[in-house]
Nanobody
Framework: QVQLVESGGGLVQAGGSLRLSCVVSGRTFSSYAMGWFRQAPGKVREFVAAIGVYGIRINYAESVQGRFAISRDSARNTVYLRMNDLKPEDSAVYYC???????????????WGQGTQVTVSS
């Protein structure tokens, strides 16, 4: 069974930064493309960023392009999401997910973490 555990969320002022981490266990981390999604109260879950198995192919949602950076460390079985210049509209529960292929669609992902809350105050 594959397990994903996120950490790094919290409360930050607008303009601040956070780095989310997601540790993957249970299967070979390097075989998965990894994605970050978020869900705000009353809204549907939305794609944030995704990274391919080799860390070369990367996709971002337009809303975070230039502010967020996704990366992966195979030695630590961890995927990161560095978030800079945070805005109140970035507030949400952030989830990491694992897929057999790079995708921006949540239905493509087979394994999900429990989520970590990010709150950005104005």
């Amino acid at each position: 069974q594959v397990q994903l555990v996120e950490s790094g969320g919290g409360l930050v002022q607008a303009g601040g930064s956070l780095r989310l981490s997601c540790v993957v266990s249970g299967r070979t981390f390097s075989s998965y493309a990894m994605g970050w999604f978020r869900q705000a109260p009353g809204k549907v879950r939305e794609f944030v960023a995704a990274i391919g198995v080799y860390g070369i192919r990367i996709n971002y949602a337009e809303s975070v392009q230039g502010r967020f950076a996704i990366s992966r460390d195979s030695a630590r079985n961890t995927v990161y999401l560095r978030m800079n210049d945070l805005k109140p509209e970035d507030s949400a529960v952030y989830y990491c997910a694992a897929s057999d292929y790079l995708s921006e669609e949540d239905k493509s992902y087979d394994y999900w973490g429990q989520g970590t809350q990010v709150t950005v105050s104005s």
